[in-house]
């Protein structure tokens, strides 16, 4: 049966990690069912002997430039509510690389100086990880444009606009960030852009600007470095390779 499940699951076009996640719930079903007596430890074992789907090779990511990111939070600029709204969670998504579920889940309490720097501390993402994340000066202005005209200073950061431009409810859906960043991405003619390619963009952006590949994963909270190589489309450089940079050739004797 388990393995009529994952034969439906490729049938699907999944990605192989999707499937695989899907066959680890079940593996770990399978696993706690044995433990409490619900199925003989002969079956469990078999469930988890079942192969997952092979993973080739991984699917290429979305990075938008130094000058579209510039465009997209210039496109969103404006006096208005919703322009203010907008703008600082743009600026969010690109410059502290917030996944959509902690943008929207954001509380105006986790935003607090810390070592002379604003920072939203504890931020609890996936998996249960928690990190504090640096938010820069740009960004933090973009913030308090938004939380002065909308009165917002406790809950949930960002909310809901009604049609007479009044602020209303105690947040916003995920899907609507979807909503937000397709407006202002296809106001600068760039076509299927999610919420997620600004948090790779945010990503590459520190790591070309010479931010080291440890402070990245901190900032982006992946719990493996290989995760955040993949966000930044890391590529072997043969043009100015690493192994070139330091001199040793200067401190050897001679052998002419």
């Known amino acids: ?33 044995a433990d409490s007596g619900l199925l003989s430890p002969e079956l469990a074992a078999c469930i988890q002997r079942v192969k997952g789907a092979k993973q080739l090779g991984h699917r290429s990511g979305n990075w938008l430039t130094l000058e579209q ?12 509510l919703r322009e203010r709204r907008d703008y600082a969670m743009l600026a969010m998504l690109l410059g502290c690389g917030l996944r959509r579920s902690e943008l929207v889940g954001l509380a105006i309490e986790k935003v607090e100086v810390r070592q002379g720097h604003w920072v939203i501390v504890d931020l609890v993402g996936k998996g249960g990880h928690i990190r504090t994340i640096p938010i820069p000066q740009w960004v933090k202005l973009g913030v308090d444009r938004w939380t002065t005209a909308s009165g917002v200073s406790t809950g949930r950061l960002f909310r809901a606009i009604g049609k007479n431009a009044t602020v209303h409810g105690d947040g916003l859906c995920e899907n609507a ?18 919420p997620h390619d600004l948090r ?24 493996s470095v290989q995760t955040t ?8 450089n043969l043009s100015s390779t690493v192994n070139d940079r330091f001199n040793i050739a200067s401190l050897l004797q001679s052998t002419d």
């Not at 990111?69 to 208005?80: I, M, V």
């Not at 960030?177 to 999610?194: F, M, Q, S, T």
Request: aromatic residues 6%; positive net charge; hydrophobic residues 40%.
């Open 1 to 33: 049966m388990v393995v009529r499940y994952r034969i439906h699951l490729e049938a699907r076009d999944l990605a192989a990690a999707t499937i695989n996640q899907r066959l680890a719930a079940v593996r770990r079903l399978a696993h706690e069912a």
């Open 69 to 80: 990111s510039a465009n997209l939070l210039n496109s969103a600029c404006g006096d208005g």
């Open 177 to 194: 960030v979807w909503c937000i960043v397709g407006r202002y991405c296809g106001k600068i003619g760039l076509d299927n852009v999610a």
């Open 200 to 223: 790779r963009t945010c990503a590459k952006l520190c790591h070309a600007s010479g931010g080291e590949l440890e402070q990245i994963q901190f900032l982006l909270g992946h719990a």
């Open 229 to 236: 190589e993949r966000y930044l489309g890391c590529k072997q």
